[in-house]
């Protein structure tokens, strides 16, 4: 073999070198099935992106679709497929003749049978849930006839919420609050309404609870106050507002647990001052009964508390109050 088939042999061996190392040289730099070939454009892949993820999963980590089933969830539904809308619920769908139905929304489709009463426990001092030897305030007042009812809890002190429930025919409802309201429907006949109160876990906020109701001739009993004595004015007896619809008597009814203390009854007309009245030193004795004249068109403030140091222990008071 001449110089010239030398030379030509040589260029083609090293061409055949060349592309054999291109080839070699691109196995190792990119192998088949690298990660690099799923990732996005634009920025380097991450971890979870190695295994596409399905629509579903996305749907699934968003705050929109967390109660989307994983596997099920279209990426779009159709109309056919969206879930049917609940219609509003009527306030007092469910409730026959004689019955009331708790709403937290206001009743103003009910008919008036009688006038409105309004009574406020001013300063209404609450147990802690926590306090194992704390009580539940229980507020019960009646209805005959239709008309709506209201409880509402104001926060006269930044001691947290209340848990406030209304109740009536076997049904409630019940709020935690620091400022609020939960109404109600009586449908019709007679019904007893209870109101319980009581401090968020460890709060025992200081409240003012203003009910209003239809009632002829209204009456309100709250049980498991406190009459703790001048030591705890906090927890000292009650105070009660009353707005007189037409001349009579307010009448107060009040009994206490565990001894025989003196105790005072005031009466003051926040409209104008006249009949006010104060019993001072009275007892000592566990029970009260004390009417006071009262006139159409004004508004009154009945207080009742123990004049005596208190230290016999958390005395229960539980009063009545009726009003014209």
Known sequence: MNKKSWRIVAGIMAGIV?????VAIAIVVLPPGSPRESAPAGGPAAPYTLESPSPSQVALASSSAAVAAPSSAPSKASPSQAPPSAPPASPTAA??????APTSTPASQSVQGEPT??????????????????????????????????????????????RMCLKAAGQQLCKFVSNG?????????????????RGAQVFTPVTDIVLTFPAASPSVTISHARFAGKTHEDYNGIQARVDSRADGAIHLV???????????????????????????NQGPARTTDDSFRAVAGATFKLGLRNEDSGSFGRTQLAATISWP
């Open 18 to 22: 060349a592309i054999l190392g291109g």
């Open 95 to 100: 409730v026959g003749p004689s019955q009331a």
């Open 117 to 162: 009463a309004t009574l406020t426990f001013v300063n209404l001092k609450l147990d802690a849930t926590t306090d194992q030897r704390g009580e539940t305030r229980l507020i019960t007042f009646s209805t005959n006839g239709p008309g709506t009812i209201s409880a509402r809890l104001i926060t006269r002190s930044p001691q947290g919420e209340a």
């Open 181 to 197: 309201t939960v109404t109600a429907n009586a449908i019709s006949g007679h019904t007893d309404w209870s109101v319980t109160l």
């Open 254 to 280: 009040a009994s206490w647990t565990d001894h025989d203390f003196t105790y005072g009854v005031d009466l003051k007309n926040e409209t104008n001052g006249a009949g006010d009245t104060s019993l001072t």
